[in-house]
């Protein structure tokens, strides 16, 4: 399926039904008094989070959603009925907002998260509603009220724990396929990965992390150079960062170093939130280098970057040292997810008595 990750869209919620002006009419009741109804409701738009969506696709091809309108009211007492609602999907962590001035209207964070994007309009009053004793033939109705109409643009910004930075070809797709159940397409070439993947990694019995693997950056992608620029959004709800790096490039006029500074001055450039987040240093295919020489190039790789942050040997490959960096990111975001929950109030008999009943 084709990774969407913005979109939009017209949502117009149903109008109100009209009012009836009328008078019932029997036998051997001349003046037999109004007897028009109000009109029904318009439909409401509903906006719903799905967590198994994944993607906005369907709101590319789809524009314009409109509720229904509310019906008419008729004599005999008869009230219109209400227009029928309709609910929109939208995945997990989808942003509402409005198109022409950009202001955020929702945010849907919890799956299953259900609000309202458009209200009906109410139904008009039918001249039953103008009765009284000074007024035994009211003649007058209202029209049903307009419903709510927005123009909207959706975002999604996918949830997850983690997400990794690096140049294209360093070893993301194959480091996300070997530590969590993701299996994006991996080949030797540079920009394979066209979309974002999310993998979950199980540490444990009920135990786990969610991974986010977006297209690897270049020099200038704040500015729209390749194709990363279009999903950093994708690491903005991420607890930590891991920037991985390529320690054996195919390009021996590579260094490693300057593509590691470059990303990360991307990432200023693009936002500085971002860039303050958690970051930790992975350096990748330890493998394709000599066992007698991965200590020494480590170590001026480190000293050549001025890191100071965590930093590990892994090839992703091989699965050497996943294990530990698995381990050890699931303690940090555990740590954050406590840290973030809110703390509950501690009960004070003192105030049992003021509780509501």
Do not use: C
């Amino acid at each position: 399926m084709k990774f969407v990750d913005e979109a939009y869209i017209e949502i117009a919620a149903g109008d109100g039904g009209n009012g009836a002006a009328t008078f019932r009419h029997e036998k051997y009741k001349e003046f037999g008094g109004p007897d028009g109804g109000d009109g029904g409701r318009g439909g409401h738009v509903y906006a719903v989070a799905d967590p198994n969506l994944n993607t906005l696709i369907d709101y590319r091809y789809s524009r314009r959603h409109e509720a229904q309108r509310g019906e008419n009211g008729m004599g005999n007492d008869m009230f219109g009925a209400a227009g029928k609602d309709i609910t929109l999907r939208f995945p997990v962590g989808t942003i509402i907002a409005d198109q022409e001035t950009g202001e955020v209207l929702h945010e849907l964070l919890t799956p299953g998260e259900k609000i309202v994007l458009a209200r009906g309009g109410d139904g008009g009053f039918g001249n039953l509603r103008f009765k009284s004793a000074v007024n035994r033939a009211p003649r007058q109705k209202t029209p049903g009220k307009p419903g709510e109409r927005f123009s909207l643009k959706l975002e999604l910004k996918v949830l997850a724990d983690v997400g990794l930075l690096g140049m294209p070809n360093a070893g993301k797709s194959t480091f996300i396929s070997s530590v969590s159940n993701a299996r994006p397409k991996i080949a030797d070439y540079p920009f394979t990965t066209l979309h974002p993947n999310l993998g979950v990694v199980r540490v444990g019995p009920e135990q786990s992390f969610v991974i986010a693997d977006i297209p690897g950056l270049i020099e200038g992608a704040s500015d729209g150079a390749g194709l990363g620029h279009q999903f950093l959004r994708h690491l903005a709800r991420t607890r930590l960062l891991l920037h991985i790096v390529d320690l054996a490039p195919f390009d021996d006029g590579v260094d490693p170093v300057e593509q590691a500074k470059a990303i990360v001055a991307e990432l200023k450039k693009y936002d500085e939130e971002l860039y303050n987040k958690p970051r930790w240093l992975v350096l990748n295919k330890l493998d394709m280098i000599p066992a007698e020489e991965r200590a020494a190039k480590v170590k001026d790789f480190v000293k050549r970057y001025k890191w100071k942050g965590p930093v590990y040997e892994i090839s992703a490959l091989a699965r050497e040292g996943t294990e530990r960096l698995v381990q050890d990111i699931f303690k940090h975001v555990h740590v954050q997810q406590q840290i973030e929950q809110p703390q509950e109030a501690e009960y004070d008999p003192r105030f049992a008595g003021d509780a509501p009943e």
